[in-house]
């Protein structure tokens, strides 16, 4: 018992260092890699050999399909092109496991030792998360020398060997359980790197250890499929398509692996060498065959996943991916995305406000006010999606990055309500009461109302890049704002001294909308405060201290 718990334990070991470094990797260079990606989709070549790439980095071709389903999900990369990223991303993961069976244990305490050294000294910190990689590197060299010295113990037992010769080749068992063993472990990589380490261990016979090797590549192709049930239709379809080239694969390879392994064993002696050459084999040949079906493959996807009918749903989230939370960076992304679409929403209410203003539509502001609910929504899902990020998986650009978004939404959020209150005030003391304002009036709310608009356009325009140069063009422009509202507010009090009788009427009611509109300007301007404060060109204070020490109490 002692010694199954051993080995128990080295297999535990095993998926918690694979995922200790696909986390590890995706927090580091998250960014990098979905770059890296992002401009590899030239061609269905570029694309897989970037897949080949990514995924040798991240360990993980679950991890690169998440990646890419929000890419097509955001509408980023077409599904053909994503496609063939994935059936490079199957060979990078093979060749991986090509790497790890060679004897590296002696890396294992170095890697282990320095991973630690550089995470505790620097955690918070690229170079910490780094520390963390290797560690995890550490940990699957560890593990696969443990189940290594674990079943050459159980081995001995006589009741194993017993056990062992009663056992016979089943190969729709053994793929169907190869597919559970990736899906329970989240990761193909450790359960081909264990089968391996039990075919050299001689714990299983080597034609049971290639049918669970199929099993592990069936189970990859799964495990994405289920990871990604929740998300939007243009998300789920790369994991399926990839499924379905595997299921191809397999029903291919599946009768020719007695035929490969009677021509290829005499070249490798290791029968771990054997069994992840198999692997890399296999995805060599499913990549090379299949990379020219992927347009076929993406119609069929399509046909079984059609895209629904985006009008009508405007109001709904659209780029809050679930999957994309495994990826702190590519989840900010999304979040940011879904933040320009909460201020799509509020500008149609703002440049609605204004043919309320003109049209006395009554019809026209009840729907204004309805997409309030709409911006209070999307705050909510938006808020709710980021507090599922890992912080302390963020860099700390990052977590600027998903302060920042909270912000914005927040200032969405109330301008929203703002419009909605002005709204109502427009109903009732306008047009209910059949009441117009003045012609001078009615310009300066005119100027005001395009002025918002361009503010609004350009705080979008700062929140999405970040750019100081608009950030500063934003912050004068509040004050403009302010000058401006000053100026309409003196020469509005003119008219009422000129016993002007529309100004007398809508007086309440002008004052109150420009003054409104100046609360909106300013929450669209304090978008630009954090991208001036981070690159230092924001006054500590705006106060004068002279001024203060003149008017203090003697």
């Not at 080949?52 to 053909?80: C, D, H, K």
């Amino acid at each position: 018992m002692k010694h199954l718990l051993n080995l128990l334990a080295a297999i535990a070991l095993l998926v918690w260092g694979t995922h200790l470094v696909r986390t590890g990797i995706l927090r580091v260079f998250g960014g990098s890699l979905r770059s890296v990606l992002a401009h590899s989709m030239g061609n269905r070549v570029t694309a897989a050999l970037s897949g080949v790439g990514v995924t040798a980095i991240v360990q993980s071709s679950t991890a690169t399909a998440l990646i890419v389903s929000a890419f097509v999900g955001q509408g980023l990369v077409a599904l053909p092109a994503a496609l063939a990223v994935m059936l490079g991303a199957d060979i990078g993961t093979s060749l991986m496991a090509v790497v790890f069976s060679f004897d590296l244990s002696w890396l294992s305490p170095l890697l282990i030792f320095t991973g630690v050294v550089l995470f505790i000294s620097r955690q918070d910190t690229s170079v910490g998360r780094f520390g963390r990689v290797l560690i995890g590197l550490g940990l699957m060299l560890l593990a696969l020398r443990l189940v290594t010295v674990s079943t050459e113990v159980l081995i001995r037992s006589q009741a194993v060997k017993a056990l062992l010769a009663t056992l016979t080749s089943d190969l729709l068992l053994e793929i169907t359980m190869g597919a559970v063993l990736a899906v329970v472990s989240y990761s193909s990589l450790a359960i081909v790197l264990l089968t391996a380490t039990l075919a050299a261990s001689g714990a299983i016979p080597i034609e049971v250890a290639l049918g669970l090797v199929l099993g592990a590549n069936l189970g990859s192709g799964l495990l994405a499929v289920l990871t990604t049930m929740k998300s939007n239709v243009e998300v789920r379809q790369v994991p399926l398509g990839n499924l379905v080239f595997k299921v191809l694969g397999i029903v291919v390879a599946a009768p020719l692996v007695g035929l490969w392994l009677r021509h290829v064993r005499p070249y490798f002696s290791e029968p771990a060498t054997l069994v992840v050459m198999f692997h890399l084999t296999f995805n060599l040949l499913v990549g090379l065959v299949f990379i020219g079906f992927t347009q076929v493959v993406a119609r069929w996807v399509v046909s079984w996943l059609p895209k629904p009918d985006r009008q009508g749903i405007n109001g709904r989230p659209h780029h809050l991916d679930p999957s994309a939370l495994a990826t702190p960076s590519l989840a900010i992304s999304c979040a940011a995305r879904e933040a320009l679409h909460q201020a799509d929403i509020v500008e149609t209410m703002l440049r609605g406000l204004l043919d309320v203003i003109k049209g006395n539509d009554l019809k026209r502001a009840e729907e204004l006010r309805k997409l309030d609910d709409t911006v209070d929504e999307l705050y909510s899902a938006i808020k709710y999606y980021l507090t599922k990020i890992s912080r302390e998986a963020l860099g700390e650009e990052e977590s600027r990055r998903w302060t920042d978004i909270i912000s914005f939404t927040i200032n969405m959020e109330q301008i929203g309500d703002i419009i909605e209150r002005v709204l109502i005030d427009i109903e009732d003391k306008k047009i209910k009461k059949g009441r117009n304002f003045s012609e001078a009036g009615m310009a300066e709310i005119c100027e005001l109302h395009a002025r918002l608009l361009d503010n609004l356009r350009l705080g979008m325009s700062v929140f999405l890049n970040g750019t100081v140069r608009d950030a500063q063009k934003l912050l004068e422009e509040k004050a403009r704002f302010r000058d401006l509202e000053r100026e309409y507010a003196t020469t509005h009090l003119g008219r009422l001294s000129d016993n002007t009788v529309q100004s007398i009427e809508t007086s309440s009611l002008h004052i109150d909308l420009i003054s409104e509109l100046k609360r909106i300007n300013s929450l669209i301007c304090s978008i630009a405060y954090p991208i001036l404060e981070s690159a230092g060109a924001l006054a500590p204070s705006r106060l004068r201290q002279g001024v203060l020490s003149e008017n203090e109490p003697g």
